[in-house]
């Protein structure tokens, strides 16, 4: 990935990078079924208002980093603000990748290092790769699911 491509704060894949990844998988995987999840920081707003932006960029890097050491993941990237994408390997299933994420964010909260607790939510949804399919239909269902109430 050149530079144009990694989100700066988190050194992910950036928003861009991430539809480009979509659009080739849409071309080269067609008809195959793709789980994808969308995480993001519950209260990251609270996070910068109580303790600053810096802790807030340090929760971003935070999450990026346990998405980067999950197992079974094959891509994860920024995709804006606090929401990031993750896509696993076909032959495994999102809810173990989830729950892996869940137990390193534990694990982060249990040392202590930060002002404040790390919290996450996450949703997920299988998508069958097809011609037609854009990386912004994933994406905006992902968004507009994780954004319900």
């Known amino acids: ?82 929401e990031f994408i993750i896509f696993a390997s076909p032959e495994h299933k999102m809810d173990d990748v989830l729950k892996e994420a869940d137990e390193a964010v534990a694990a982060l909260n249990n040392k202590g290092k930060r002002p404040f607790t790390l919290k996450i939510g996450h949703i997920q949804e299988q998508f069958m790769l097809k011609p037609g399919l854009s990386p912004e239909d994933i994406f905006e269902k992902l968004d507009e699911k994780i954004h319900q109430p």
Not at 32 to 57: L, P, R, T
Not at 58 to 66: E, G, K, S, T
């Open 1 to 82: 990935m050149g530079d144009n491509s990694i989100d700066k704060l988190t050194g992910l894949a950036n928003r861009n990078a991430l539809i480009s990844y979509v659009s080739k998988l849409i071309k080269e995987r067609e008809n195959q079924v793709w789980q994808i999840a969308m995480v993001h920081i519950d209260s990251i707003g609270g996070i910068n208002k109580s303790y600053g932006f810096e802790e807030g960029d340090n929760a971003l890097r935070d999450l990026a980093d346990i998405l980067l050491k999950l197992s079974h993941i094959s891509y994860a990237g920024r995709y804006e603000n606090d």
